[in-house]
């Protein structure tokens, strides 16, 4: 069973990801237990989908979060794919999706996702991580502990460090 990181630590990944939507003609033939579905899944089949209760979706990194912003107090999880460690649309999505829109589900990198950027995506909401395959699982909460404060404001500390020095 693959395995994800979240800040309890490793656990076994339950969700199981629909990597595309059905071809033209086919049905939706989803397995058994909670399943991430693409934002184009969600939208075609919202009310059915929705009514199952144990369904997420993801987006690509171009695709805009405003499509979930009707559903983001009733969806359980939300994923992002980072296509290449070189795209970093996903930060500003993850951003997007807990400061504009109040998402408080699980927010979760999928995709290219590297140990360096985990601190980085946990500043910009993303709660749990499923590392990219030739990644050691052991090594990320390591990183994500490495840095015990930073300087500018994020997701979780509202006030950059300078304002926090001078308000002691």
């Known amino acids: 069973m693959p395995q994800i990181i979240k800040a309890d630590g490793i656990q076994d990944d339950i969700w199981t990801l629909l990597s595309a939507a059905p071809a033209e003609g086919e049905s939706l033939n989803l397995p058994e ?3 991430i579905v693409p934002v184009a899944v969600w939208q075609a089949e919202r009310e059915t989908l929705k009514a199952r209760g144990d369904v997420g979706v993801w987006l690509e990194s171009h695709e805009e979060p405003e499509a979930l912003a009707d559903d983001v107090t009733t969806l359980p999880l939300i994923a992002v794919n980072f296509p290449k460690f070189t795209d970093g649309r996903g930060y500003s999505i993850g951003r997007l999706l807990r ?3 109040g998402f408080s589900g699980e ?3 999928i995709g290219d996702v590297l140990l360096d950027q985990l601190q980085f ?3 910009c909401g993303f709660d749990a991580y ?4 030739d990644k050691d699982i052991q090594q990320a909460e390591y990183c994500l502990n490495f840095f015990s404060m930073a ?3 994020d997701v979780h500390q509202k006030v950059p460090l300078f304002r926090r020095r001078n308000a002691s």
Do not use: D, I, N
Not at 130 to 133: E, K, M, P, T
């Open 33 to 35: 237990g909670p399943v």
């Open 99 to 101: 400061e504009r829109f």
């Open 107 to 109: 927010l979760r990198a």
């Open 121 to 123: 995506m946990r500043r």
């Open 130 to 133: 499923a590392l990219r395959s």
């Open 151 to 153: 300087y500018q404001a």
